[in-house]
């Protein structure tokens, strides 16, 4: 464990945290992409199968466990207890064009043909691909409000700093996924552009975070 | 050397 990702893993529950709190507190869901937070409960889902299989720590074990239930208790806010509020409309992103490639290159590019194995790097690849819906909802409405953009600086920010830490393991301890990095590099590209609007909007207090 | 197919990362 080190420093980057430590912070790394600190700031995806400070996203997952400011999402729920947001919808549950506001008892609205309005701006918020379902599908992305549905693609996040499978990535999830399908990466940590090895809680059943293989113990790693009591932190891996406990981060896991927290994410999961956050993770379905989100989506469980948005299609059932404040489904009427839920946007469908612009929430229109067709998930199915990211999940037929995701899971076709799991079957080509992983490092074991089993199981575990390929369900593992199937959440990899989802998770750099995610966040899209939710990204494109922002496109069509034009804005978001700031704690969206606030959810979506941690979430990003959680990524870029396991880049980080790929860096210093590889530097500390020859340590290199491939499939992660390149995922994870993949994931971070796709924040930019909203890192860019968010440090020249959101950071200028103008509340709402408009897109040109 | 590094056992890829423990992740040990979350």
Known sequence: MNIFRLSGDVCHLIAIIILFLKIWRSKSCAGISGKSQVLFALVFTTRYLDLFTSYISAYNTVMKVVYLLLAYSTVGLIFFRFRNSYDSESDSFRVEFLLVPVAGLSF???????????????????????????????????????????????????????????LWRFH??????????????????????????YFTRVLRGSGKMSLP | EYNI????EL
């Not at chain 1, 990899?124 to 700031?146: H, N, R, W």
């Open chain 1, 108 to 166: 080509l590019e992983n490092y074991a043909f089993t199981p575990l194995e390929i369900l593992w790097t199937f959440s990899i690849y989802l998770e750099s691909v995610a966040i899209l819906p939710q990204l494109f909802m922002i496109t069509k409405t034009g804005e978001a409000e700031s704690i969206t953009a606030h959810y979506l600086l941690f979430l990003g920010l959680y990524r870029a700093l396991y880049l980080a830490n790929w």
């Open chain 1, 172 to 197: 500390t301890e020859g340590f290199y996924d491939q499939i992660a990095v390149v995922s994870g590099v993949v994931q971070t590209i796709f924040y930019c552009d909203f890192f860019y609007l």
């Open chain 2, 5 to 8: 197919y423990n992740h040990d």
